[in-house]
């Protein structure tokens, strides 16, 4: 049921920063956790961060300190603001939905986001 659209990707400078957000159809209230991921060239798609209907986060150890990832249940989105981009944290990002019962897992499209001077 739940459909995911991210935006907000673009180009930036190595040091800027871009937040992305993630706009459900549905309501994300019942999803367990809530994430971002992104996928570089020639590369598998990685974990980026989690955050859990409890607002827990996680974020990948090349991330932690630079990104911050939020929620907000009123609104149905999930957003993902980054700090001092580098340039390879290049790579198409996508949202990501989960749930365990009734078991769903739910992807966005992706927003391409690309750092180079």
């Known amino acids: 049921q739940v459909q995911l659209a991210e935006s907000g990707g673009g180009l930036v400078q190595p040091g800027g920063s871009l937040r992305l957000s993630c706009a459900a159809s549905g309501s994300i209230y019942s999803m367990n956790v809530m994430g971002w991921y992104r996928q570089a060239p020639q590369k598998q798609r990685e974990l980026v961060a989690t955050?859990?209907?409890?607002?827990?986060?996680n974020y990948s150890d090349s991330v932690k300190g630079r990104f911050t990832i939020s929620r907000d249940n009123a609104k149905n989105t999930v957003s993902l603001q980054m700090n001092s981009l580098k340039p390879e944290d290049t790579a198409v990002y996508y949202c990501?939905?989960?749930?365990?019962?009734?078991?769903?897992?739910?992807w966005g499209k992706g927003t391409l986001v690309t750092v180079f001077s």
């Open positions: 990501n939905a989960q749930r365990g019962w009734p078991w769903g897992n739910y």
């Open positions: 955050i859990s209907s409890g607002d827990t986060t």
